[in-house]
């Protein structure tokens, strides 16, 4: 199956920071998802970007699948965005949605 | 977007015991995944779950530990026979909205076995 490696492990910035967090995997992909798990377990899919950039509020993604890797950006970071950020890709080359594997996760503290 | 309502939210059990889960989507899909994330780690897939047919497991995971049923499009359970402490984990039901390939996830069910 396609591995994902995430990094860094663990993430810790002050309120107002830029972070930014990678994604490599292991072979070509198809579909390639960002997701937020909260404090509370809570997961939230934040962009599907299998190649290109999308930004939404003070979050954007850019994946280079060429490259097999993807960024996710998180500006002016606010204590709400702390939790550990998931990327996932399909467990197989040419999977689509079924069948997802998981990065390790960031995990992100922002302090205030 | 789907919603997806899991039950229960968080359980202790015993150990030797077995717990259903119950996934319920507020609209029709093809296709449900139980994922399974044990303490401090990442998601894991544990198996695919089609309407009419049985469920695809990953490896790992074997139909007499995790069965699971999926009545209809809209609903599915997911069993944790037998549990052992080593069964402690949050157990996660997603969905993609048929057409789409976005992944929704449930809040998740907490099992706590001792």
């Known amino acids: 199956g396609i591995q994902v490696e995430q990094s860094p492990p663990d993430l810790i910035l002050q309120e107002g920071a830029n972070s930014t967090l990678r994604c490599n995997f292991s072979?070509?992909?198809?579909?390639l998802q960002w997701f937020h798990q909260n404090p509370w377990g809570q997961l939230i899919n934040l962009f599907y970007?299998?190649?290109g950039t999308k930004q939404n509020g003070r979050l954007s993604a850019t994946t280079v699948a060429t490259e097999r890797y993807s960024l996710l950006y998180i500006s002016s970071s606010q204590t709400t965005d702390s939790g550990v950020y998931f990327c996932a890709v399909p467990l197989y080359s040419g999977g689509g949605a079924d069948g997802l594997t998981f990065g390790k996760g960031t995990h992100l503290i922002i302090q205030p | 977007s789907a919603v997806i309502s899991q039950k229960p939210s968080r359980d202790i059990c015993q150990r030797g015991t077995s717990l259903t889960i119950q996934c319920q989507v507020d609209?029709?899909?093809?296709?449900m995944f139980w994922y399974r994330q044990q303490p401090g780690q990442s998601l894991t897939l544990i198996a695919t779950a089609n309407q009419g047919s049985e469920a695809t497991y990953e490896s790992g995971f074997v139909i007499d530990k995790f069965p699971i049923s999926r009545p209809n499009l809209t609903f599915s359970t997911l069993t944790v026979s037998n549990m052992s402490p080593e069964d402690s984990s949050i157990y996660l039901c997603?969905?993609?909205?048929?057409?789409?390939?976005?992944?929704?996830f449930g809040a998740g069910s907490r099992l706590t076995v001792l």
């Open positions: 609209s029709q899909v093809t296709m």
């Open positions: 997603s969905v993609a909205v048929n057409g789409a390939n976005v992944l929704t």
């Open positions: 072979d070509s992909v198809n579909n």
């Open positions: 970007i299998p190649s």
